[in-house]
């Protein structure tokens, strides 16, 4: 379990560090487009996808990236496509929404509110037809509930007990509109009931509880017992995407989320420097999970220092990775067309 935990840490801090690298390279020119970040969501896509088999597929949204790292994809590729570049898991065609790894079934970042939907269903169908014991776990925000897609997938997948957990990561904004704004039901999990499909909501902030959720669901749903949904409450820290200050939410809530204390301040603090009091007692779900592994002493302050130390060295290989590399040409978006020319099947 230690050793779960540690990496669970880990990627978190890679997740940050990663995302705070991309908003700069940003800002210096290097990554065009939209570009929608994670930073206070980690726990989410950490705890979800460290409960998911290599057998699983992942389906997610444009707020993908640290899905994508998780799931296994190198960081250099994840930031290559960022940059557009020809080492890029799309191949420097897709960009941060389009992230797409096949063999670890990473099966792409969507642009579109709700189209992750139907895709999961899709893949869901062809696992129930070939009867095997894997899942599709389908990534969604808050604001894609209202979606018609939302409900026409729910409603096949449990009318066909289709192999698929569907994941919430609610966020309370469909960017600069808050939740009870834009649903008549605020409560996402509630929704699921309408087609009689087991829904939880779980606090989005605490990995553990997120990981346990997702492995008690998945064991259902691979085990052919029918779809589940599971509501994760979080916030992001950050604007809808680098083209959003998010001055639309209040101070005080903001600063209700800040003020539980900077996940790399605590870290640091694990690492043994100088930390706030009051911050310890702090709700900051990579803040929890270090002080617990230092608590159970599974972690001391130089294993935290190291771990840091390799996360930060990761991101700038990163980054080095995917400056150095080339551009895309149009011959390449021939070949990538070829493939569908040949009618090449994914699974
Ligand atoms: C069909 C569709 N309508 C509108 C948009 C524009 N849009 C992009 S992101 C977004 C908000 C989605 O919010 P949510 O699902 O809560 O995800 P979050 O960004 O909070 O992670 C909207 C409306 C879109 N991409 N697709
Ligand atoms: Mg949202």
Redesign the pocket.
Known sequence: MSDLLKKMLRDMLLARAFEERAAEEYTQGNIGGFL?LYPGEEAVGVGVLHAAEPADYIVS???EHVHALVRGVPPGAVMAELFGRKGGCSGGMGGSMHLFDRERRFMGGY?????TFPVAIGIAYAIALRELPEAVICF?????VN?GTFHESLNMAALWKLPVLFVC???H???GTEIHRHSAVAEVYKRACAYRMPARRIDGMDVLAVHQASREALAQVRAGNGPQLLEFETY?FRG?SMADSGNYRPRVEVRAYEDKGDPLDVAMAEAGMDYPAAARQSGDHIGRLAEQLGRDGHLSAEGLAAMKVEVADTVAKAVAFAADSPQPVMADAEAALDCNRNREVLI
């Open positions: 929608h949204t444009y707020r642009a579109i509110v709700g189209e969604f925000g808050d604001g894609a979606q990561e609610n966020n904004y469909q960017i992001r809808h």
